[in-house]
Structure formats: structure tokens, C-alpha cells
């Protein structure tokens, strides 16, 4: 069984092939908003470097969102049509739950955070190991002090005394979150993008119990609504 | 490479219309379906670009799937992918692009970048009664408001264009001025329709009689200042025959530089192409001016005339004959220099 992820959610590209052995091949090209150029040569040269084709893939795993707009719709685009073409299943994985991932093991209250501009970060909390991996929160757009509450209601509930970060929020509001959180807050140096590794472990795991996605109705994780709806929601008027 | 029953899957999302289709040898539509957004769009009073990106995202899979199946073709028996990848909301191109990009390498077949407004022009082969060269196209749309040349296939000298407000930009404006409602074209069509030109005057703007250039801005505003002069003097100011007087105004200067431009070059066809090109009006006098002139006119069809991927296809397959390629890094751009391709090398 082998997966085929791609991951466009953030600046970071990603094309990784994930088999019952884990990872065959990954490659990252974390240099900016360039992936409708770059996506479908990154897949082209996973090909050519491993001995795998595209009819050897069992599913195209694809990082759902939230994330940037454009970003998502060129991952999940490219997988849809990959998908059709080849004839083969999708499998869309949410933004954070990948980004998780990367820590599931800490035992603490996981938080995977994205810069979501306009003052928010994008989150959603998770119930680290020993155990397996467990969302406990909806994917959420929230201020930093919000965040901080929200947080601090979940630790309560589960009886953690520690909240772990990752993802490229931490490094725009490290030290606001720091306050907020004080020493109960603990972070991976690095910041830890979502990968298309993450995702095509995560598409492995919901492939094998027959877990895919309907090619035409799967859709981006946007989280939030358009700015458009906001102000017409607001009676601003859309223009 | 095989030179006939060659089928081109066609995609288009430059806007606010999700369109596939098939097309065969550049004039056989096999299937040419549009999931359109107007609906969507009208309470905004106009297409917002991360609307319409996310409409196109949701419907651009199974529009797809319905094209072959109506065109009844295994997608193994298409011959190139082709898709507009400029001009347009660039993130409603990029849907387009990225999934026609992955359907081609998928299906291991070429892929073909096409210009949107190329592709309008070539709704005109979309016949069996194909213009022939050489030829002035007249090309309105709500971004351009161009005059061309073309002596072939793929080749456009530029005559002029608008310095300032495309055509379909100023039935825009105006329509959202007068309260018309939207789109804008077809609003201020309708209310025209219930009066006559004439009961007011707006200015027919030429600039240079003998250029090709065009100026729709300055009519705008005109139609606008005489709409509030209206209001204030407390006459009963009749809105039908405005969106009357200012269509007229346009399409006037639109029929003369294209006849002009004809006359000048010593062509005997004009083609039509773009969205306004589907105005009653523009068609009516267009058609008219042409036939006393004695020029041959083409304008497409009504539903090839709005955006649709029969014309991407059609556009493609012209490109596929000359194995004009694109890779696997092609991307999509809001802004295009093509119609400039000749001119400006
Ligand atoms: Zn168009």
C-alpha cells in the first residue's frame, strides 16, 4: 500500500510516498509561494528518484487545510486531479492534525498553531501520548489571549499540566503566548510546518481501515469564511 | 501525430464560471458544460475572487467527470488537456490550472496553456463556417476592448484598444450606477430594450477619427452626471432611456472603429468576441454595418460568446497542431500581453 501525499497549506511545499515500511521519499521546499509552478514537478521527480510510478499508488493524501486560500486549492486540485486521472482514492488531512503529529508522543495538551494574519492563529487542541494521538477541540481562528483561554480550559478538563506549540504562530507570538501561558507552555525549537510526511502517515493510517474521501466532495479546511461574507454578515456591504 | 479526431478536454476558470468541455477537431463540441456563479456573486453585487475561487474548487471535479460522459468518451481517448492560464482572478485561474495540470500528467497526456482572450476569439471557429484570414476581430469583454489583425492562426497585431474603461467594465459601472442590477451587461440590455435612444444625449467618443483607440471612461461619467442633473431637477427621469442612449453611444463607436479597421487593412471579415459581443444591440448593428459594407461578420454563438471551455478547447487545438506544449511548471498570470503577441514581438 503506498501513499502519494502533497502538502501546499503553507510557504512550505511538500511531496512525500509513505508505504507500510513508513517513509520512502520526501522532499520540502520551504522558499515561499511558488507551489502551483513547482507542485506537479516535485511529484514528477519523487517518480523519477524512487523506482515507484503513479499506478503503483493506492491513495493521493492531500493536506486539507485550514491554511492559506490559494495554497490549499492548488494542493487539493492537483490531488483531485491526479486522483481522477489515475483512478485512484483521496485522502484529505486536516493542516493541524498533521502538524500534531510531529509531537504526538508528548504527554501534554498539543497545540498545533499557524499564523492566520489579522492577529489570530489558526489551532486546535489535542491529547498527546501515551496514548494515541485524540483532537479534542474543533479547527479554530483565534486571538492569542482566546487561545490562551481556550487552553487553559482543556488542561483543566484533562488533568494536563502542560501545553506543547508547534507551527510558524509560535514564532510570531512566542513571547505574547509566553505571558499568557507562563511556564506551562513548551515548544520544539523548531517550527515545524505541516510536512507532506505527516500527512501521507496519517492518509496510510485511514487507507488501510478503508477510510477515503469522495473525490467531488472533499473540499478545503478554510476555518474561516471569506472576507466578503464577513463584511456582507457585518451589513457593510461585500464592496 | 494523428491529424484528425483529435479531442481536446478544454477547462476554464478565469472568473466566475466553472466551465468543461470536449471539443474535436476544433469545431465538433462533444460537451461544453458551465456551472455558473451569477447566482452566487449577486448579492455581493459582483464577483468576489475568493467566492468564486471556492466555488470552483467545489464543482471543477464532477463538471469534469459529466464533460466526458456527455461527450461519451473514456478519458483515455482524449488527446490534450488544455486550460486558460491567463488572464484572470488569479486565484480562480490557479484552480484550473493546478487541476488540469495533475488530470494531464495523470492521464500521461500534453498539456496546453491557453490565453482566455484567445480563446474568445477562436468561439468563432467554434462552426463549420470558419472565418478565413485575414481577418479584424473586434474583442469587448469586461477587461479588454480590443481591435486586431490577424493574417493567421495565432497571430494578432494590435489596431488599438481603450485607454481607459474596457466596454464591458463601463455596462458594469453604469448598470451598478443606475441601480440596473447585475451583471451589467445584460441589466442595462434589458432596460434598453424597454425605450429607445435619443430621448437623451451622451457623447459618442472617437478620439482620433482615423486610430483605433478607444475611451469608454469619459461616457461613464457623462451617463452618470447626466443621471444626477436628471434627479435634481425634479424632471422625471426615465432610466430605460438612458441605459438606451448610453448602449447606443457604445456600441456606435464600437461598429465604426471596427469598420474602419476592416476598410483600412482591406479585410472582408470581422469577428466578434468577448462577452459583450453577446449584446443584441452590438450584434444587431454590427451585423447590419458589415453587410452594407459588404464584409463577412462572425460572432459566436450566444453561449460561446460568455465564458465556456469549448472556446479553451478550440484554442488548444489550434496550439496542438503547432505542439505548442506547456510543462509541468506551468502557472497562471492575472494579466497577459498576448493580443500584442505580432506588434510587440
Ligand atoms: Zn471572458
Given at each position: 500500500?503506498?501513499?502519494l501525499?502533497?502538502d501546499?497549506?503553507?510557504p512550505?511545499?511538500?511531496v512525500?510516498l509513505?508505504d507500510?515500511?513508513g517513509l520512502?521519499y520526501?522532499?520540502?521546499?520551504n ?8 507542485l506537479?514537478d ?5 517518480f523519477r528518484?524512487?523506482?515507484y510510478v503513479l ?8 493536506t486539507?487545510?485550514?491554511g492559506s486560500?490559494?495554497g490549499?486549492?492548488i ?11 489515475a483512478?485512484k ?5 486536516p493542516?493541524?492534525d498533521?502538524m500534531?503529529?510531529?509531537i504526538?508522543w ?7 498553531i499557524l499564523n ?8 486546535a487542541?489535542?491529547q498527546?501520548?501515551?496514548?494515541p ?6 479547527y479554530?481562528?483565534?486571538?492569542p489571549?482566546?487561545?490562551?483561554e ?8 484533562l ?10 504562530g509560535?514564532?510570531?507570538?512566542r513571547?505574547?503566548l509566553h ?5 506551562a507552555?513548551?515548544c520544539?525549537e523548531e517550527?515545524w ?6 500527512t501521507g502517515h496519517?492518509?496510510?493510517r485511514?487507507?488501510?481501515q478503508g ?9 478545503p479546511i478554510?476555518v474561516r469564511?471569506?472576507e466578503a461574507?464577513n463584511r456582507?454578515?457585518?451589513?457593510k456591504g461585500?464592496r | ?5 483529435i479531442r481536446?478536454?478544454g477547462i476554464e476558470?478565469?472568473?466566475?464560471e466553472t466551465?468543461?468541455?470536449v ?6 463540441i ?13 448579492r455581493?453585487g ?7 475561487s471556492?466555488r470552483h474548487?467545489?464543482v ?8 466526458l460522459?456527455?461527450a461519451?468518451?473514456p478519458?483515455q481517448?482524449i488527446d490534450?488537456v488544455?486550460?486558460?492560464n ?9 484552480v484550473g490550472v493546478?487541476f488540469?495540470?495533475a488530470?494531464a500528467y ?6 496546453i496553456?491557453v490565453n482566455?482572450?484567445e480563446?474568445h476569439?477562436y468561439a ?9 484570414f485575414p481577418?479584424?476581430?473586434?474583442v469587448?469583454?469586461?477587461g479588454?476592448t480590443?481591435?486586431?489583425y490577424?493574417?493567421?492562426h495565432?497571430?494578432?497585431?494590435m489596431?488599438g484598444e481603450?485607454?481607459?474603461d ?5 455596462f458594469?459601472?453604469v ?14 440590455q434589458n432596460a434598453?430594450a424597454l425605450?429607445s435612444?435619443g430621448k437623451?444625449?451622451l457623447?459618442?467618443v472617437?478620439?482620433d477619427?482615423n486610430?483605433?483607440?478607444f475611451s469608454f471612461s469619459?461616457?461613464?461619467t457623462a451617463a ?6 436628471l434627479q435634481?431637477s ?6 430605460n432611456y438612458l441605459a ?7 456600441v456606435?463607436v464600437l ?9 483600412q ?6 469577428l466578434?468576441a468577448?462577452g459583450?459581443a453577446?449584446?443584441a ?5 454590427i451585423?447590419a ?6 464584409i463577412?461578420?462572425?460572432i459566436p ?17 489550434y ?5 505548442d ?5 506551468l502557472?497562471?498570470f492575472?494579466q497577459?500581453?498576448?493580443l500584442?503577441?505580432k506588434?510587440?514581438?
Open positions: 500500500m503506498l501513499i501525499s502533497i501546499t497549506a503553507t512550505s511545499a511538500g512525500a509513505v507500510e515500511k520512502r520526501e522532499a520540502v521546499a522558499t515561499g509561494y511558488k507551489h502551483s509552478r513547482t506537479l516535485m511529484i514528477d521527480v519523487a528518484q524512487t523506482d499506478r503503483d499508488v493506492d491513495a493521493i493524501g492531500v486539507s487545510g485550514p486560500f490559494t490549499l486549492r494542493g487539493m486540485a492537483s490531488a483531485k486531479g491526479l486522483a481522477l486521472a483512478e482514492p483521496v485522502i484529505g488531512i493542516t493541524l498533521a500534531a503529529f510531529h504526538a508528548v504527554p501534554a495538551l498539543i497545540c498545533p492566520a494574519r489579522k492577529g489570530e492563529i489558526y489551532g487542541f489535542y498527546g501520548g501515551p496514548g494521538l485524540k483532537r479534542v477541540s474543533d479554530l481562528a483565534l486571538s489571549p482566546a487561545l490562551a481556550t487552553a487553559r480550559t482543556y488542561m483543566d478538563q488533568d494536563l499540566g502542560t501545553i506543547s506549540l508547534v507551527g510558524d509560535v514564532d510570531e507570538y513571547s505574547q505571558d499568557l501561558l507562563g511556564g507552555m513548551v520544539p517550527p510546518l505541516p510536512r507532506a510526511s505527516s496519517l492518509a496510510f485511514r487507507l488501510i477510510d477515503i474521501d469522495d473525490v467531488f466532495s472533499l473540499n478554510y469564511q471569506s461574507e456582507l454578515a457585518k451589513g461585500a | 501525430m494523428k491529424q484528425s479526431g481536446i478536454l476558470t478565469s472568473c466566475d466551465a468543461v468541455a471539443v474535436e477537431d476544433g469545431n465538433i462533444r460537451s461544453n458544460l458551465v456551472a455558473s456563479q451569477i447566482e452566487i456573486h449577486r455581493f459582483g464577483v468576489v475572487p475568493e467566492v468564486a471556492r474548487i467545489e471543477i471535479a464532477s463538471l469534469t467527470e459529466e464533460a460522459k456527455e461519451g468518451l478519458r481517448e490534450a488544455a486550460v486558460a491567463s488572464p484572470g482572478l488569479i486565484g480562480a485561474l490557479l493546478s488540469a495540470k488530470y495523470g492521464l500521461n497526456k500534453p498539456l496553456g482566455h482572450m480563446a476569439i468563432n471557429f467554434l462552426t463549420e463556417n470558419k472565418p478565413i481577418a479584424v476581430c473586434l469587448v469583454s469586461g479588454h480590443s481591435l486586431l490577424m493574417e493567421r495565432r497571430e494578432f497585431e489596431m481603450t485607454r481607459d474596457a466596454a464591458g467594465e463601463a458594469d459601472k448598470a451598478r450606477f443606475l441601480g440596473l442590477g447585475y451583471p451589467g451587461g445584460p441589466a442595462v434598453a425605450a435612444p437623451y444625449h457623447p459618442r472617437y478620439l477619427r486610430d483605433f483607440e469619459g461616457l461613464k452618470m452626471n447626466l443621471w444626477n442633473k435634481r425634479g424632471e422625471d427621469a426615465e432610466v438606451a442612449e448610453f448602449q447606443e453611444a457604445l456606435e461598429v465604426e472603429k471596427s469598420i474602419n479597421a476592416a476598410r487593412k482591406n479585410v472582408k471579415q470581422i466578434l468577448g459583450v453577446a449584446n444591440r452590438l450584434r444587431e448593428r451585423t454595418e458589415a453587410s452594407a459594407n459588404n463577412q461578420i462572425h454563438a450566444l453561449e460561446l460568446c460568455t465564458d465556456n471551455a469549448a472556446m479553451v478547447a478550440c484554442a488548444g487545438y496550439q496542438y497542431l503547432d505542439g506544449f506547456a510543462g509541468l511548471d502557472n497562471a492575472p497577459s500581453g498576448l500584442v503577441k506588434a510587440c514581438g
